[in-house]
């Protein structure tokens, strides 16, 4: 079984830092593309949280727009774990932050990020 469970989620004020984590455990092995949604709670009804960021096997990255310059997706294969490094942050980035291996069903259950003075 597959599970992927995040960490790191917090309250931060504006101009603040977090970083997320997500461990990766199970029969996956390790070479698998991995990304970063959110959802706020104006998409509490939406099909699928917005996507922020990509790191792929080979280790290039992509992100959203508006993340760009301020989030850095990394990887420690030895661990098997990802991180979401979030700087800069602002109040539109709350959110609950979720990842996910891509081309399959596997998610984790998210933490909660919260940007607010």
């Known amino acids: 079984q597959v599970q992927l469970v995040e960490s790191g989620g917090g309250l931060v004020q504006p101009g603040g830092s977090l970083r997320l984590s997500c461990a990766v455990s199970?029969?996956?092995?390790?070479?698998?593309?991995l990304a970063w949604y959110r959802r706020t709670s104006r998409q509490a009804s939406a099909d699928q949280p917005d996507?922020?960021?990509?790191?792929?096997?080979?280790?290039?990255?992509e992100y959203t727009d508006s993340v760009q310059g301020r989030f850095t997706v990394a990887r420690d294969m030895a661990e098997n774990t990802f991180y979401l490094q979030m700087n800069s942050l602002k109040p539109e980035d709350t959110a609950i932050y979720y990842c996910?291996?891509?081309?399959?069903?596997?998610w984790g259950r998210g933490t909660q990020v919260t940007v607010t003075a």
């Open positions: 996910r291996i891509l081309s399959t069903l596997y």
């Open positions: 996507w922020v960021a990509t790191i792929r096997d080979d280790g290039s990255t």
């Open positions: 199970g029969n996956i092995g390790r070479r698998y593309d």
